[in-house]
């Protein structure tokens, strides 16, 4: 059965929670998330490619990725990275590059809950700007990215279990 995936947005209130449980190791799910040729495998909608134009591996670093679909259209997402805790927790800035005015950047914590049987959960709250900026993000079509992305993640999790004794 397939992990589910919940995405709690209050209403009134200016974040958003997305919490997903995965069968892997906390060490291995969290360098999905921060080991660049692992994450272009699984960040984002099935129909869209991914590259990284930095990656930070460290607090104060940026980071800079881009979706592009099979038209060559592009999608640029970047922000700083605030804390860098392996493999406990990630904090950063987050920002779409497409929209018509800048400002809307959002702050993301990462919680990687280690759980038994070699399981863990991921809790991630994004705190926006604005209300407007929260259901912005919501309507985006978020939802199918994240989905998408996190089945994908369960497919690459599952080939990668026998790296999980080299991490």
Not at 29 to 57: C, H
Not at 142 to 163: I, S
């Amino acid at each position: 059965m397939a992990n589910k995936t919940d995405i709690i947005a209050e209403a009134g209130k200016q974040e958003l929670f997305i919490k997903r449980e995965f069968d892997a190791p906390r060490e291995l799910v969290f360098k999905a998330y921060t080991d660049p040729e692992i994450l272009v495998r699984w960040l984002g909608p099935k129909n869209l490619k991914m590259r990284i134009e930095q990656n930070a591996s460290a607090a104060g670093q940026p980071w800079r990725f881009i979706h592009s679909d099979e038209n060559g259209n592009e999608f640029g997402f970047h922000g700083v990275c605030h804390d860098f805790t392996a493999p406990v927790r990630l904090i950063r800035t987050f920002e779409f590059e497409g929209l018509p005015d800048t400002g809307h950047v959002s702050l993301e914590t990462a919680i990687f809950d280690e759980l038994p049987g070699g399981r863990t959960r991921v809790t991630v709250q994004s705190v926006f700007k604005s209300l407007e900026d929260r259901d912005g993000m919501i309507a985006s079509g978020m939802e199918r990215g994240v989905n998408e992305g996190f089945e994908r993640l369960d497919e690459v999790l599952a080939g990668n279990k026998a790296d999980a004794q080299a991490i």
